[in-house]
Nanobody, 124 residues
Framework: QVHLVESGGGLVQAGDSLRLSCAASGRTFSSNAMGWFRQAPGKEREFVAS????????YYADSVKGRFTISRDNVKNTVYLQMNSLKSEDTAVYYCAAANGPRGGPDIGLFDSWGQGTQVTVSS
């Protein structure tokens, strides 16, 4: 497994931007796809975005397409989520996840390592 630590969450206003970071250690980072999920109070954890092992090949939930961008730096063992034009409905705990293979996607079953989560709150 891989150890994941998220950072960058906070309280912002609607329309603002935030960038989340996730630092990885342990299993070879560059061999595995990475993803971001989120969980709002009273709701199930949902897929946000994922990126394949080499950085080409990204997937996004329809709700964030065009506003969020996932990227990775395999030298720094870090994956990022740039979130623009934030909305109140983006409020959630955001989790970084590492897949058990090189290709990502929206299936939560692809991911076997999880960070502790970082809170993002968007006020309207």
């Amino acid at each position: 497994q891989v150890h994941l630590v998220e950072s960058g969450g906070g309280l912002v206003q609607a329309g603002d931007s935030l960038r989340l970071s996730c630092a990885a250690s342990g299993r070879t980072f560059s061999s595995n796809a990475m993803g971001w999920f989120r969980q709002a109070p009273g709701k199930e954890r949902e897929f946000v975005a994922s990126i394949n092992w080499i950085g080409f090949g990204t997937y996004y939930a329809d709700s964030v397409k065009g506003r969020f961008t996932i990227s990775r730096d395999n030298v720094k063992n870090t994956v990022y989520l740039q979130m623009n034009s934030l909305k109140s409905e983006d409020t959630a705990v955001y989790y970084c996840a590492a897949a058990n293979g090189p290709r990502g996607g929206p299936d939560i079953g692809l991911f076997d390592s999880w960070g502790q989560g970082t809170q993002v709150t968007v006020s309207s």
